[in-house]
């Protein structure tokens, strides 16, 4: 198992960037493809971007393809989400998960999560 702490949420205004952090606990941190969910109160989490084990591989959410970008560096056992012209529609709490099952989509494969951070965009 790893412990996966969010950081780096925060609130800007349309247009703006943020970049995210998440850092895992433990010595199994390249064993799980990662990825980041977002949530926004009364709607199911949703699946923002995912990155292999290796970090080679890369799935965008259509929403946020050209904006985030993702990435990971298994010596730091830390992955980050840079995010640019962030939206008002990009407003959530953002959570990063690990999958042992590999490079995934579904928020069901996902058994290892962070508690979260919000980020909040302003019009």
């Known amino acids: 198992q790893v412990q996966l702490v969010e950081s780096g949420g925060g609130l800007v205004q349309a247009g703006g960037s943020l970049r995210l952090s998440c850092a895992a606990s433990g010595r199994t941190f390249s064993s799980y493809a990662m990825g980041w969910f977002r949530q926004v109160p009364g709607k199911e989490r949703e699946f923002v971007c995912a990155?292999?084990?290796?970090?080679?591989?890369?799935y965008y959410a259509d929403s946020v393809k050209g904006r985030f970008t993702i990435s990971r560096d298994n010596t730091k056992s830390t992955m980050n989400l840079q995010m640019n012209n962030l939206k008002p529609e990009d407003t959530a709490v953002y959570f990063c998960a690990g999958s042992k099952s590999g490079l995934r989509r579904d928020v069901n494969e996902y058994d290892q999560w962070g508690q979260g951070t919000q980020v909040t965009v302003s019009s």
């Open positions: 990155i292999s084990r290796g970090g080679l591989t890369t």
